[in-house]
């Protein structure tokens, strides 16, 4: 069985925070969105595709990385894509126009690119089935918390320092603090023992190519286009729509939305290494979902409407840690950067393009339309879970995840 060590734990501190600072930097249009479409006269579509930009080209830029990833970039592409994204950031704060903020928010995404298919492949090759959840799911709860603190953080500096632009500097000097410890404990992890390829748990991913990973991909655009939009659109739908909500208090709904999705996270992680059950979860979490999306449709005072997101965040990433764990155990065990590649980019892709999607439909019909298109999208994601098949191993695996793992 492999060991975690503490060159283990080094990577997965250094890839908490730089998936906390990948979500924080893809996430802070969201905050600033509604004062930015009134400065610059945005549509709901152009608002939509500056914020597509960024994840678009980070999806489309993921293969390549997982390529670069297998063959030795990976430890290099995590520290930079957090670097060169504050550099970005801080340029972004010039921008006047819809094309320039459109183009530094391209060039952001290609920038960001570099963390997801090196992260899963590295967590991997550090910690055994056991504790795989435990480890994919507390680097995913850095980018939740990323995700859950940019609404807060955002009208946070809005109020301060008095404007979206002087935010984004602000923002951008976190990215270059950040760099710092992330660039340390990656060159720790370089420098301490490894463990050999012998020592990796035997029947850490698959063969070759499997129905599972086909269908996962599938699963992670429909997903994708719900998280997407929520995260991402969140504070724009509440302002904009009938529920008629000044930027401050969209945004921090927004943000206790995801602070119960980190909840859900929490739950989830160490019951699905013990019980060794990946499949349930993902299905639970979109089916319960989409009953949730219709009410934001209603009616709904305050404090409802504030349960109903609550409700959301949690079911919704409740899904995340079992996911992301299957996901290293379906993946070609020889390829996995490969792999994490493909799911993050041609799986990823339409999560990318959905806020555009999300933004056409509110401005050629409303808000409510926009909102049942990702209620559809969370249906297809419940069924493509159903086709799922959970592993045989997973069983195997409950003795060893009840066993105390050895730390060096």
Known sequence: MSRITKASYAVLFACTLSHFMNHIYTGMLSPFLPIIRDELALTLTEAGIVTSASILTMTTSHLLVGYLGDRGWRDIFIPASVIITAVIVLVSSLATTFLFLTITMLVLGTAAAGYHPSVFPALTENFP???????????AMGGLVGMAIIPFLGVSLLIAVGGWRESFVVLAVMGFAFFIPIFLLMRYAQRAPSQSKEEREIGDGEDGWTRNFVVLTFIIGFRGMTFRCTTLLMPLYLVASHHHYDAIIAGYFTTIMLVAGIIGEIVSAP??????????????????????????????????????????????????????????????????GLAFGILFSFGAIPGAIAPIIFGWIGDVYDLQASVMFIVITTLLATISSLLLKEKKSAKGDVSMALDPVPVQ
């Open 271 to 336: 019951i699905s290494d013990r019980t060794g059950k990946r499949v349930p979860f993902i299905i639970i979490s979109s089916a319960v979902s989409i009953p949730l999306l219709i009410l934001l449709n209603t009616p709904l005072d305050q404090f409802s409407l504030l349960l109903v997101l609550v409700g959301f965040g949690f079911f919704f990433f409740l899904g995340v840690p079992p996911n992301t764990a299957f996901q290293t155990e379906v993946s070609p065990r020889e390829k996995q």
């Open 129 to 139: 089935k056991s504790a795989r959840a435990m480890a994919t799911g507390f680097q």
